[in-house]
């Protein structure tokens, strides 16, 4: 079945600064591809996502790249901010995220922002 | 519009028990996948359910269990409860079949197995 890795597990960053989180998965059949944030107490929440047939996609100060030949993909946040302390997940799957499959997660990375 | 909820958020059990989570979708969603959450495993999907099938299913027990009703508001069981079925269970809906995709998690039942 699919195996997705995600890098670095815990990410410290000035504020202001930008931060980067890296995923790779194994299965070339994989066609969606989220990123969760989770806060202390409540479930994850889709920040963005991105699909297989495009190779970026921006959403104010977030940005996923996807590199479908190395089977690689980030999550860029720039000009980070005390509100983007919290853990955050990448996923795959292969059904286009329509629920058939699942989500295939990564452990997650968790993103500290020093004031 | 409200979100995905689940109901209880807490709950201890013991072991040898059984239990019953509940989810109520985001109106109009049919489809309802269920999430085990530990600090060891991470994230592990459970099982997916649409139009009160079920469509798939994670590397768990048969111990874990589900259904959906034709509301599409979904149930999972665990019976016979063990140490390490302590986890945050999750649900989450989606839209399925309009083109728009991605998942709407709620907050999760915490179940602690004493």
């Known amino acids: 079945g699919e195996n997705v890795e995600q890098h670095p597990s815990t990410l410290s960053v000035q504020e202001g600064d930008s931060a980067v989180i890296k995923c790779t998965y194994s299965?070339?059949?994989?066609?969606?591809f989220p990123w969760y944030k989770q806060e202390l107490g409540k479930g994850p929440q889709l920040i963005i996502d991105?699909?297989?047939?495009?190779g970026e996609k921006k959403d104010q100060r977030i940005a996923v790249t996807l590199n479908k030949t190395a089977k690689h993909f980030s999550l860029h946040i720039t000009e980070t901010q005390p509100e983007d302390s919290a853990v955050y997940f990448c996923?795959?799957?292969?059904?286009?995220?329509?629920?058939?499959?699942?989500?295939?997660f990564g452990k997650g990375t968790h993103l500290i922002i020093q004031p | 519009k409200a979100g995905v909820t689940q109901t209880p958020r807490y709950l201890i059990k013991t072991r040898g028990q059984q239990v019953t989570l509940s989810c109520s979708p985001i109106s109009g969603h049919r489809s309802v996948s269920w999430y085990q959450q530990t600090p060891g495993q991470g994230l592990q999907f459970l099982f997916e359910y649409f139009s009160e099938t079920q469509r798939n299913k994670g590397n768990f027990p048969g111990r874990f269990s589900g259904r959906q009703f034709s509301n599409s508001r979904s149930e999972m069981n665990v019976s016979t409860l063990e140490l390490g079925d302590s986890a945050l269970y999750l649900c989450a809906s989606s839209l399925v079949g309009t083109g728009s995709y991605g998942y709407t998690f709620g907050s999760g039942t915490r179940l602690t197995v004493v």
């Open positions: 991105i699909r297989s047939n495009v």
């Open positions: 996923a795959a799957s292969k059904s286009g995220g329509g629920g058939a499959d699942g989500l295939t």
């Open positions: 299965d070339s059949a994989s066609n969606y």
